[in-house]
Nanobody, 122 residues
Framework: QVQLVESGGGLVQAGGSLRLSCAAS????????MAWFREAPGKQRELVAK???????NYLDSVKGRFAISREYAKNTVYLQMNSLKPEDTAVYYC????????????????WGQGTQVTVSS
């Protein structure tokens, strides 16, 4: 089964840290970009950070200098290290991967994780 499995969310006080993990199925043939999105109540889902298959990264302006995305290619896993957390970082965080599902697939498609809640108290 092709899927993304997330872990690492939780409740933390402002100024604290959390590390999110997202593991993609080993059966996936190829992964291009991996990314983290978040969705806060009443707001649209937004891109937080992404990392390409050659290691290039991009961040949402409001998390630059506080969050770091990294990737463990051999394990099809992406991480999001979140430091100096603020109450406005509270959201459900979703992992996303742009993949070729099998060797017979000709186009990339997006996979989404189930989401993990991050709550930052003031």
């Amino acid at each position: 089964q092709v899927q993304l499995v997330e872990s690492g969310g939780g409740l933390v006080q402002a100024g604290g840290s959390l590390r999110l993990s997202c593991a993609a199925s080993e059966s996936i043939f190829s992964i291009n970009v991996m990314a983290w999105f978040r969705e806060a109540p009443g707001k649209q889902r937004e891109l937080v950070a992404k990392i390409t298959n050659n290691g290039n990264t991009n961040y949402l302006d409001s998390v630059k200098g506080r969050f770091a995305i990294s990737r463990e290619y051999a394990k099809n896993t992406v991480y999001l290290q979140m430091n100096s957390l603020k109450p406005e970082d509270t959201a459900v965080y979703y992992c996303n991967a742009n993949v070729l599902r099998t060797r017979y697939t000709s186009t990339f498609s997006d996979l989404w994780g189930q989401g993990t809640q991050v709550t930052v108290s003031s």
